[in-house]
């Protein structure tokens, strides 16, 4: 075998496996979203934070400390071809998925939100496959939907099947996210993972900073509510996405995109210390099954086509 072919291909699956690590992590931090946006906005019978003041303002803030890296590591200015895809990376992360969560989430609690929104894996897939024009193979989709079956009979299981209104809210925000991840994904494959959420926040600071001055709670709060708004402002809305955007990157982001199907079980055994919910032991049988899944589709090919090659 020609050696440097070897050593080419090696360090593509050591790329991948790099990918598939950083985004474990991007998925662990976000799996904290559920519980610390629940703890934040609170139930209907308790409120706390307004669901609006938490989607501008942790973005608002975020933001802020994005200007303060970008400036800080000198990094260049964003180029214009750049500004579509971020604006629609910001109309999904930084708006449609926590907007629509927070709304959701003074209906019902963070364990039936979790697995509701274990369809997220799927929905980035299939917008990675349309629009990066990438092909898995037909094994790797047997792997997306048999884990998110897996995801919708463990809702089932817990008398979480029936669709209503806060289901429909949840369902846009996983529509949100996956449009989201998949422009924030394609910049980043040019762009340094960082850069590119610090720049899809800066860019809609015109909007998120006076919503958020607007939106200011006016009665006073639960001290652990600010500790949940804390929570998502530093690490959902931003530092988790410097480990999830570099592991789209790396590792192609139909593939990587699989690893969000441990996110709702993690999501679940975060609720119990910060919620108080309960743990049951069919949980966990669940996300050691979904675990595999995810392995074994890690396994699958997924090509994106060469563009054409111009003859002379």
């Known amino acids: 075998m020609n050696p440097i072919a070897h050593k080419v291909k090696g360090g593509t699956t050591q790329a991948e496996t790099r990918g598939l690590w950083l985004g474990l992590l991007g998925v662990t931090i976000f799996a904290m979203t559920l519980p610390m946006t629940r703890l934040a906005v609170g139930p209907l019978s308790d409120p706390q934070l307004p669901p609006a003041f938490v989607t501008v303002g942790r973005a608002a803030f975020a933001g802020l ?19 579509p895809a971020l604006a629609f990376s910001a109309l999904g992360t930084v708006v449609g ?23 997220m894996p799927l929905a980035t897939a299939i917008g990675a496959a349309i629009f990066f024009r990438q092909r898995p193979s037909n094994g790797f989709w047997v792997c997306a939907a048999l884990g998110c079956a897996m995801v919708l009979a463990f809702a089932a299981y817990q008398g979480s099947g029936s669709l209503s209104a ?32 610090c720049w899809v926040l800066v860019i809609s600071l015109p909007f998120t900073v006076p919503a958020m001055l607007a939106t200011w709670p ?4 639960r001290t652990s509510a600010w500790g949940g708004f804390a929570y998502v402002t530093l690490f959902s809305m931003w530092l988790g996405f410097f480990a999830w955007y570099r592991g789209l990157a790396l ?19 975060f609720a119990v210390p910060v919620l108080g919910e309960k743990l ?33």
């Open 65 to 83: 400390l994005s200007v303060a890296y970008l400036w800080l590591t000198g990094a260049p200015r964003v180029q214009r071809r750049h500004l």
């Open 97 to 119: 998925f926590p907007l629509f969560l927070s709304l959701a989430l003074r209906q019902v609690d963070a364990m039936h939100a979790a697995v509701v929104t274990g369809l």
């Open 166 to 197: 806060a289901d429909g809210l949840l369902l846009l925000a996983v529509l949100s996210t996956a449009v989201g991840y998949v422009a924030g994904a394609r910049v980043a494959a040019e762009l340094p993972a960082q850069q590119v959420i």
């Open 218 to 221: 006016q009665a006073p709060v």
């Open 251 to 269: 590792g192609g982001t139909v593939r990587v995109s699989q690893v969000q199907l441990v996110q709702p079980f993690l999501a679940l055994l």
């Open 280 to 312: 049951e032991a069919t949980t966990l049988l669940f996300s050691l099954a979904v675990i595999a899944v995810v392995f074994v589709s890690k396994q699958m090919p997924a090509h994106t086509p060469s563009p054409p090659t111009g003859k002379s």
